[in-house]
């Protein structure tokens, strides 16, 4: 479901706007993303959330009963980014190469996009206040991409494309060194939150490749 929000001084203009159950969501989410940002999850109210939404309380608490029922919904929305999806597809085919190659792209482009950078810094932030919105985050964004990429290395390993005999570390360890100081300029560079480079991207997975090809038994091909 994509994420899109009526601005709240159209949405006042002549008589309300009629929504959908899904358009609604969308709309409340959209909010609660841009209210999350500018203020912070302890700063945020579920009345801030709703004039953002261009909604009443009453509409709001209709559909989230809480601010962390609310986070909760909208890290799952941005958790099941499509291209992430696609590693929980057990129909894959090719080389182990080459599906490495798709795998790993996939998790840098979800967890290196703006949207979830700022959610990262969100949560890295408020961890100290807010433990439960942190442990939260961690369980439905990079928790679940270590998850979904380890699940992956099992099916590849039960079906003879790789060695791989603790699916779990591994995928966190190669995670870990494709993303690495990317990840943290990301998070630090405020400024400019745009992903990095398509080209650098590549080339780093083609050199983790490379690094653990030996022990992977990946061919050469």
Known sequence: MELTKIPAEK?????????????????????AGEVFKRIGYSGATMEKIAAEAGMSK????????????LLSALLKCCDSNPLLQSLAEEDFSGPARDVLRRSLFEIAGHILAPSQTCLTRLAMVEAPTSPEMSRLFYENALGGVVAFFARRLRLMAERGMIRCEDPDRVADFLIGALIGHVHLRQLTNVQDPLPPACDEIVARIEALIALVAPAMQLAEA
Not at 11 to 31: F, K, N, T, W, Y
């Open 11 to 31: 949405a006042r203009l002549g008589r309300p706007q009629v929504l959908s159950d899904d358009e609604r969501i969308a709309q409340i989410l959209a909010a």
């Open 58 to 69: 009453r509409t709001l608490y209709q559909n989230f009963p809480d601010k962390l029922t």
